[in-house]
């Protein structure tokens, strides 16, 4: 068991990579904090959490809002009394070329990805640095370190993150903080209602390993970054892709 005693906050758990890897981490020790936007949703992971026998709290919150994820960071030290690990992990995905996007999407999306990351990170650093121990991991994609076309606003989000993700990594690694990134290539969740079945057969023949990626495996990752053994390790980006990107 990697997580006893320790509290972890991800970011949209209430499905895909973000609720597989709040049930890793509870099979290993933690206690766990859901988000998402979806009452429903985070009911369901909270209850599969606990009946894992581990505490959960779920907490709707929208992560762009700096208030809202100030409040649920409140919340979760107040039910828990520390926040040890945090999964920036909640994303929009919705695909469009450049010149049909509107500002509404770009913002969006950047809202979400790249400030909601800034607006969780914010909120739990001076925790993390007043306990001189904390794991942040931020899920991130591999369009960030390729580009995709049609997604100028996600790899725009996810590069942006990747670039936080290094330098937040030097500000805080002498307070016993590591930061890093997971950047995945197409995984198996709900997100996919975005793509149609033709798109994902034509992704997929593209992939070395022959097949997408399962929300387990990334929430495997997420759970070496989040260890004790990880201590040596800040500053990086994992590449999950299937050798789709080599
Ligand atoms: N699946 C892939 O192929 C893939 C590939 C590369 C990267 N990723 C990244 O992996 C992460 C997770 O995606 P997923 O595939 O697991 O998708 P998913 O199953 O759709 O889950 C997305 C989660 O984010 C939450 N969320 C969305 N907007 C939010 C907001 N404003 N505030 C709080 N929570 C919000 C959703 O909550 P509600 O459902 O309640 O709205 C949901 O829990 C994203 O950052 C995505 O960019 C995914």
């Known amino acids: 068991m990697r997580f ?44 599969e959490v606990e009946k894992l026998g581990r505490r959960a709290l779920g907490i709707r919150a929208n992560v762009g809002s700096f208030s809202e994820v100030h409040v649920m960071v409140e919340q979760a030290l107040h039910a828990f009394g520390h926040l040890d690990i945090l999964v920036s992990n909640a994303g929009v995905f919705h695909h469009q070329m450049l010149h049909k996007m509107t500002e509404e999407e770009w913002d969006e999306v950047l809202g979400v990805d790249l400030k909601g990351t800034f607006n969780c990170c914010r909120a739990v650093i001076n925790p993390m640095i007043a306990q001189k121990w904390g794991r942040i991991i931020c899920i991130t994609a591999i369009s960030g370190l390729t580009g995709y ?98």
């Open 4 to 47: 006893t005693g320790k509290t972890a906050l991800v970011t949209g758990s209430s499905s895909g990579i973000g609720r597989a890897t709040a049930l890793l981490f509870a099979r290993e020790g933690a206690d766990v904090i859901i988000n998402g936007r979806d009452e429903k949703k985070i009911a369901s992971v909270v209850n």
């Open 149 to 246: 076309p049609n997604m100028t606003h996600i790899a725009a989000a996810k590069t942006g993150t990747h670039g936080f993700t290094k330098a937040l990594a030097a500000e805080v690694a002498s307070h016993g903080i590591t930061v890093n990134a997971i950047a995945p290539g197409l995984v198996d969740t709900p997100i996919l209602v975005n793509m149609t079945e033709a798109e994902i057969a034509n992704y997929t023949q593209r992939i070395p390993v022959g097949r997408i990626g399962k929300p387990e495996e990334i929430a495997e990752a997420c759970a070496y970054f989040a260890s004790d053994q990880a201590g040596y390790v800040t500053g990086q980006i994992l590449n999950m892709s299937g050798g789709g990107l080599i």
